[in-house]
């Protein structure tokens, strides 16, 4: 006798032995076509097979030879002014929070006093 978990009662009950060795009502599939497509929209094929560059000029090499010459300035800086305030601005916030974060925790471990 084969046994299939029911989701109904959450025990294991008799079954069929396609039942049982097919879980949950999945069935092999019958048919190897494939579907139709249902949204498809008909495609233009153009007559010249004219080549767009939407990316626009290949800036990699020069931005390469930018960060890796050795001028002593640390990577996340080498961009000048800008780098500078975001790197200050993300280390004041993460002093702040810590500062933040040990002040309610001392707050937090002692009791109020009634």
Partial sequence: MYYKFS???QKLAGAWASDAYSPQGLK???STEAP???FATPTKLSSSSIAYDYAGKNTVPELQKFFQK?????IHLKRGRPDQMLYRT????TVGGTIYCLIA???ASRPRNK
């Fill in 7 to 9: 989701g109904f009662t």
């Fill in 28 to 30: 092999p599939v019958v």
């Fill in 36 to 38: 139709p497509i249902i």
């Fill in 70 to 74: 050795s001028d002593g300035v640390p």
């Fill in 90 to 93: 993300t280390m004041a916030l």
């Fill in 105 to 107: 925790l001392y707050m």
